[in-house]
């Protein structure tokens, strides 16, 4: 049985960790943030274990003694990427949540800690607070997968309620740093522009394509503020919780592609594909939790 990385420390304070996810973007931060002070199991992806499979799951689980959970599995890519498979955007996300959270209930964890994209948020919405998530649909570019990830906020206020089993539900602005992607069918917005400004540059082409207006505001977090975030949670106390982090304020995406431009050293023009995909003209979460 491939148990992943392993990490076993002396230290009696020492936390039983299962990382689910760790070779991704922000798995793969908290895996380096957290490998040092604690024991960890890593699920990084199916050639450890399918998350979406409960049975597969359950028998990776099985040999493991573990009692907090971090996941940061998920279906999940660029809004292109979303509007390919829409269909397993909502299916398997939806899988993922139900058997995790079935498998923190079997294994009595003390707490599953669940990373959120802030994409949950209705659609209408330019700040984002914790009361007004449920006050409309998420926007309808990132639809199915904003769907699926609200589903984990609803089971863990559901598991709660019926199984006492705690949780937490960070809900995360956009990301970027180490292990960032930068393919054209999984990147985001900043990783999307640094990679077309950046082989504009190499390639000496004149022009790149930005969506939209370039007038969209986007709040971005520092992915290994991210990572520490979620391991500040692994001390609270037991509950049910959600909240928002990030740093409150954010930038247009022409002014982030003109500092990526400066960056590069790049003399090229930006032509702005104004109904290549309908976008949030502005996304800012209201934090609360410093």
């Known amino acids: 049985m491939n148990l992943g990385y392993i990490i076993k420390l002396s230290d009696l304070n020492m936390k039983k960790i299962l990382l689910v996810g760790s070779s991704g973007f922000l798995g793969k931060n908290v895996f380096n943030q957290i490998n040092k002070e604690n024991e960890i199991y890593s699920i990084s992806g199916k050639d450890d274990c399918d998350v979406s499979d409960i049975v597969s799951l359950k028998s ?7 009692d907090y959970i971090i996941n940061c599995a998920a279906f999940v890519g660029g809004i ?8 397993e955007m909502l ?4 899988k993922i949540a139900n058997n995790i ?15 959120i994209p802030n994409c949950v948020y209705p659609g209408h919405l330019n700040t984002y607070k914790e009361e007004n998530l449920w006050d409309g649909p998420p926007h309808e570019s990132v639809f199915n997968y904003a769907l699926s990830k609200r589903m984990f906020i609803a089971l863990g206020s559901s598991y709660y309620t ?9 809900i995360m602005s956009n990301m970027y740093g180490p292990h960032d992607h930068f393919e054209e069918n999984r990147s985001h917005a900043m ?16 022009t790149v394509d930005i969506w939209g207006t370039g007038k969209q505001i986007r709040e971005w977090l520092y992915v290994k503020d991210g990572a520490n975030a979620l391991i500040k949670c692994l001390n609270l106390p037991s509950g049910n919780y959600l909240f ?11 002014d982030l592609a003109n500092l990526i431009k400066d960056t590069v050293g ?3 023009e930006f032509n702005f594909e104004l109904q290549s995909r309908r976008v949030f003209l502005r996304k800012r979460l209201m934090v609360v939790l410093e």
Not at 80 to 87: D, F, N, R, T
Not at 101 to 115: G, T, W
Not at 191 to 204: P, V
Not at 244 to 253: A, L, R
């Open 101 to 115: 959270y079935e498998i923190a209930k079997e294994n009595s964890v003390k707490l599953l800690i669940n990373p």
């Open 191 to 206: 990783g999307a522009l640094i990679d077309k400004i950046y082989s504009a540059k190499i390639n000496d082409e004149k």
């Open 91 to 94: 299916s398997v996300n939806l």
């Open 80 to 87: 292109a990427y979303g509007y390919k498979y829409p269909a």
């Open 162 to 170: 019926q199984y006492n089993l705690s949780s937490c539900s960070v």
């Open 60 to 66: 990776f689980v099985s040999e493991l003694d573990f």
């Open 266 to 268: 790049w003399d090229g």
């Open 244 to 254: 928002n982090i990030g740093e409150g304020k954010g930038i247009s995406i022409l």
